[in-house]
């Protein structure tokens, strides 16, 4: 299984920037890395994905280690309304796409 | 467009019984996924459905079947329920099935069904 490592908790002040990591290490050269979110009791959001340049949306950007065993997921300017768990995986040419546990990242004011 | 829709939102049932679990994916897509969300576990992948076939499996036992109709709606069923398998049931589409490499992927999730067994 494609394996993916991320803190299980991350905090953040209310208007700072957000930081995720996580580790791929076991990533091919041509898989993407995705990032959603899940929200308390509702369904998991897609926020972004990226191949090997930096990549920015609306919602949040992604930078890709050039070695493309890692990722950080920046949410810019937190919100309250961004408290979530945040999922990083890929697919690992198996193209089923497995979760691993996220980090849940508490934005406080 | 209207988004993914999971019925019913919330079920009650008892040790043995089955149960059946609906998701009709956006409009227009084909692929639909199931996955299962307890909180020791997190998001495990059930199956995947693509062209009414069953193109994927996650390590879940054979009490856990599903189908997909010609309209790309889904259907999961759970046999002989047991306590362990009260969880969130996600259902996701997306236009087409994931990719084995080399290209993008998004699927949208649903709010889920809540799945309680007694």
């Known amino acids: 299984d494609a394996k993916t490592t991320q803190p299980t908790s991350m905090d953040c002040a209310e208007g700072r920037a957000a930081n995720l990591p996580c580790n791929h290490s076991?990533?091919?050269?041509?898989?993407?890395v995705y990032w959603y979110r899940q929200i308390h009791s509702q369904g998991p959001q897609y926020i972004i994905h990226g191949l090997k340049n930096n990549e920015t949306n609306e919602m949040a950007s992604l930078i890709i280690t050039e070695d493309r065993k890692s990722s950080t997921l920046i949410l810019p300017h937190a919100t309250l309304r961004d408290t979530a768990v945040y999922y990083c995986?890929?697919?690992?040419?198996?193209?089923?796409?497995?979760f691993g546990t996220g980090t849940r990242l508490q934005v406080f004011p | 467009k209207a988004g993914v829709t999971q019925t019913p939102r919330y079920l009650i049932k008892t040790r043995g019984q089955q149960v059946t679990l609906s998701c009709s994916p956006i409009?227009?897509?084909?692929?639909v996924s199931w996955y299962q969300q307890t909180p020791g576990q997190g998001l495990q992948f059930l199956f995947e459905?693509?062209?009414?076939?069953?193109?994927n499996k996650g390590n879940f036992p054979g009490r856990f079947s599903g189908r997909q109709f010609s309209n790309s709606r889904s259907e999961m069923n759970v046999s002989t329920l047991e306590l362990g398998d009260s969880a969130l049931y996600l259902c996701?589409?997306?236009?087409?099935?994931?990719?084995?490499?080399?290209?993008?992927?998004?699927?949208?999730f649903g709010p889920g069904t809540r799945l309680t067994v007694t």
């Open positions: 409009s227009g897509h084909r692929s």
């Open positions: 459905y693509f062209s009414e076939t069953q193109r």
């Open positions: 995986f890929f697919t690992g040419n198996t193209d089923k796409l497995i």
């Open positions: 076991t990533i091919s050269g041509n898989e993407y």
């Open positions: 996701a589409s997306s236009l087409e099935p994931p990719p084995t490499s080399g290209a993008p992927y998004e699927q949208y």
